[in-house]
T-cell receptor, first 113, second 114 residues
């Protein structure tokens, strides 16, 4: 069965430091992968998505993610974190032609001033 | 915003009472979804709709029903609320397949069952 794992429940980084949030997927074929961000009290907002082609995808707010088939991973990165990036981040996957996501359990990011 | 609103934003209800949550969209999107969000579980799909009067179950549908009589409205009903249904409920919409369009989420409804 398709699944998405986010191994880190909480991550704390200092403002200006680099960030990497981990996401691993389990699926036989190439999945479609997404990262969403949720600010406190808000719904989820799409950061970026991977369908095919270039394995490094750029998103909004300076985020990027790299698809690595050999590691079944789709990690989210940002070179320099801002205090406003403090939020919860969700990785999600789906397959071609479907209408439903499988979400990971989320990683809550704390940013220290 | 993409024109999706949820009501109410917060609700406290007693065990055993029926509760209806509303999702309203102004985007004329075909697909609508109800998710619940709980710590340690991420988001889990309750029900979804692929058109007026066309709905299907998600992974955690027990105790919930839905109705969609108009394109713009998708209602989630807890027939007899239980404490295990205390959660944050999110509605989402999609123009088409999520592989092409992704979701747009509402701001959520925080439901407490006492």
């Amino acid at each position: 069965a398709q699944s998405v794992t986010q191994p880190d429940i909480h991550i704390t980084v200092s403002e200006g430091a680099s960030l990497e949030l981990r996401c691993n997927y389990s699926y036989g074929a190439t999945p479609y992968l997404f990262w969403y961000v949720q600010s406190p009290g808000q719904g989820l907002q799409l950061l970026l998505k991977y369908f095919s082609g270039d394995t490094l995808v750029q998103g909004i707010k300076g985020f990027e993610a790299e698809f690595k088939r050999s590691q079944s991973s789709f990690n989210l990165r940002k070179p320099s974190v801002h205090w406003s990036d403090a939020a919860e981040y969700f990785c999600a996957s789906t397959t071609s032609g479907t209408y439903k996501y499988i979400f990971g359990t989320g990683t809550r990011l704390k940013v220290l001033a | 915003d993409a024109g999706i609103t949820q009501s109410p934003r917060h609700k406290v209800t007693e065990t055993g009472t029926p509760v209806t949550l509303r999702c309203h969209q102004t985007e004329n999107h075909r697909y609508m979804y109800w998710y619940r969000q709980d710590p340690g579980h991420g988001l889990r799909l309750i029900h979804y709709s692929y058109g007026v009067k066309d709905t299907d179950k998600g992974e955690v549908s027990d105790g919930y029903s839905v109705s969609r009589s108009k394109t713009e409205d998708f209602l989630l009903t807890l027939e007899s609320a239980t404490s295990s249904q205390t959660s944050v409920y999110f509605c989402a919409i999609s123009e088409g397949s999520v592989t092409n369009y992704g979701y747009t989420f509402g701001s959520g409804t925080r439901l407490t069952v006492v």
